[in-house]
């Protein structure tokens, strides 16, 4: 399937699933969608930083397909729907990133997410490094 096939099926994907929650989601240039619950004080990431980040990621059906309650990373390693979405926060932010597949994985396979994937991220920026 083309790239930009994938990102209408996406947005379509992302605006239902927006509206079935209720939620009051922002949409970035890049296609990214993110719903700030609390935006936090403190630094905001760069995409070199070091963040400490608690959160639970799943797809639109609710299949959960990884979690962590205080995952250490660098940005620079990190897909590009949280390189991005995580700037929006602060130190303490709590959030939804609600993420394209072309800001993720595109549609290859990648452990149980399956290609084409919207990802959606229950995310807490605990710190910035």
Do not use: C
């Not at 209720?22 to 619950?37: C, F, M, N, P, R």
């Not at 250490?72 to 979405?85: P, R, T, Y």
């Amino acid at each position: 399937m083309k790239k930009n096939k994938f990102k209408q099926l996406n947005e379509k994907e992302i605006l239902a699933y927006i509206s079935k929650h209720q939620l009051d989601a922002q949409k970035t240039e890049s296609g990214l969608h993110y719903v700030i619950v609390s935006k936090g004080e403190g630094k905001s990431p760069t995409p070199e930083n070091n963040v400490s980040i608690a959160y639970i990621g799943y797809l639109t059906n609710g299949n959960i397909f990884d979690k962590s309650e205080n995952l250490e990373i660098n940005l620079s390693v990190v897909i590009e729907g949280w390189k991005e979405g995580l700037s929006y926060f602060k130190e303490g932010g709590e959030g939804i990133l609600i993420i394209p597949s072309h800001l993720a994985y595109g549609n290859t396979d990648y452990g149980a997410i399956p290609g084409g994937s919207v990802l959606i991220f229950d995310i807490i920026l605990s710190k910035v490094f």
